[in-house]
């Protein structure tokens, strides 16, 4: 599945750099292990929690 960010594009268009973006996102991730569980909902790969991410936002 690939993960779009209207955001990103936000900022790209006002003058940052898509690295930049992607890096600072991803600062605080870190030393996160998997499985991981959040809420009660456990995540097997960083591949499924992202999937679970980018439906929530997308609204499925």
Request: aromatic share 22%; no cysteine.
């Given at each position: 599945m690939t993960?779009?960010?209207?955001?990103?594009e936000n900022l790209i268009e006002?003058?940052?750099d898509e690295q930049d973006c992607r890096n600072v996102a991803a600062v605080g991730e870190s030393n996160?292990?998997?499985?991981?569980?959040?809420?009660g909902?456990?995540?097997?790969t960083?591949?499924?929690?992202?999937?679970?991410?980018?439906?929530f936002i997308n609204g499925i």
């Open positions: 993960h779009y960010n209207p955001y990103v006002m003058g940052y996160v292990t998997y499985p991981r569980t959040i809420y909902r456990t995540f097997a960083e591949a499924e929690y992202n999937d679970a991410v980018a439906d």
